[in-house]
């Protein structure tokens, strides 16, 4: 079954560090470019984090720039994304996506993982 | 950043009847129209309906349509079926930022 699923999610003071990982099946992760999405709670959606099939091109939302990092390990077909120095504003479910062969366009998502930035 | 503004906030129709959403940008999303949709059900992740701003996605039947270029766009679905009431959203992927629209509600009346 063509499949992502998250997991890493969970409540974090801020301040705090949380990784994110997103395990990819069925498909051929290694050639696919991958996106990390976000939403808050009763909000509309958020484009996180960009990478490249082959981890070589990054980019990052002006919100989570210098804080977040992205990185994918082909080998394990997995994603992740580490998060430091987090604020309440980054609370949310992230959701982790695959890109479209014909754009950047998300054609198949995970199930999500809550964040929950609160002390 | 190309900043998508969506109409209505929300929608209240009947089953059969027909829903046209609209998802309006800040400045062209080029001639190749790089405009998605996709439909999120409570609880669920977002599903892909519509890329290029007319072409549907696998899974959904032909009753949703996609139209529109450069700054207006509109989704279509010619009869409601009771599966179809949901939040839709509109994002742009013709320059970074990726930028999606607020979203349009589609309740039942």
């Known amino acids: 079954e063509v499949q992502l699923v998250e997991s890493g999610g969970g409540l974090v003071q801020p301040g705090g560090s949380l990784r994110l990982s997103c395990a990819a099946s069925?498909?051929?992760?290694?050639?696919?470019?991958m996106n990390w999405v976000r939403q808050a709670p009763g909000k509309g959606l958020e484009g996180v984090s960009y990478i490249s099939s082959s981890g070589s091109t990054i980019n990052y939302a002006d919100s989570v720039k210098g804080r977040f990092t992205i990185s994918r390990d082909n080998a394990k077909n997995s994603l992740y994304l580490q998060m430091n120095s987090l604020r309440a504003e980054d609370t949310a479910v992230y959701y982790c996506?695959?890109?479209?062969?014909?754009?950047?366009?998300?054609?198949?998502w995970g199930r999500g993982t809550l964040v929950t930035v609160s002390s | 950043e190309i900043v998508l503004t969506q109409s209505p906030g929300t929608l209240s129709l009947s089953p059969g009847e027909r829903a046209t959403l609209s998802c309006r940008a800040s400045?062209?999303?080029?001639?190749?129209?790089?405009l998605a949709w996709y439909q999120q059900k409570p609880g669920q992740a977002p599903r892909l309906l519509i890329y290029g701003a007319s072409s549907r996605a696998t899974g959904f039947p032909d009753r949703f349509s996609g139209s529109g270029s450069a700054t207006d766009f509109t989704l279509t679905i010619s009869r409601l079926e009771p599966e179809d009431f949901a939040v839709y959203y509109c994002?742009?992927?013709?320059?970074?930022?990726?930028?999606f629209g607020q979203g349009t509600r589609l309740e039942i009346k």
């Open positions: 994002q742009q992927y013709a320059s970074a930022p990726i930028t």
């Open positions: 996506a695959r890109v479209g062969p014909r754009g950047w366009y998300f054609d198949l």
């Open positions: 400045q062209s999303v080029s001639s190749s129209n790089y």
């Open positions: 069925g498909f051929t992760f290694s050639s696919y470019e």
